[in-house]
């Protein structure tokens, strides 16, 4: 018997369509709510591709791809 789990506990990747509107409704999106949020965010990053004991060179070719995306971005606006 699987264990009911809260559709505000659920991950983004787990919310069936028909749901995500609710799902959305029980997000936090007060400053510290985003806040926290990026954290999570920052964390998971960093212990996932960062702080590893055989590192590579994917998690800083990532963040540097990110950065060309988004200074390519603001350097054409109009793309």
């Known amino acids: ?31 510290g709510g985003m806040l926290g949020a990026v954290r999570r965010g ?10 590893v004991r055989k590192g590579g060179l994917g998690g800083i070719s990532m963040l540097l791809a990110g950065y060309v995306v988004l200074s390519y971005m603001w350097s054409y606006s109009h793309v």
């Open 1 to 31: 018997l699987p264990a009911t789990v809260l559709l505000k506990d659920t991950k983004l990747m787990d919310v069936k369509l028909g749901q995500l509107g609710s799902w959305l409704a029980m997000r936090d999106f007060t400053p």
């Open 42 to 51: 920052y964390e998971r990053y960093y212990n996932k591709y960062i702080n």
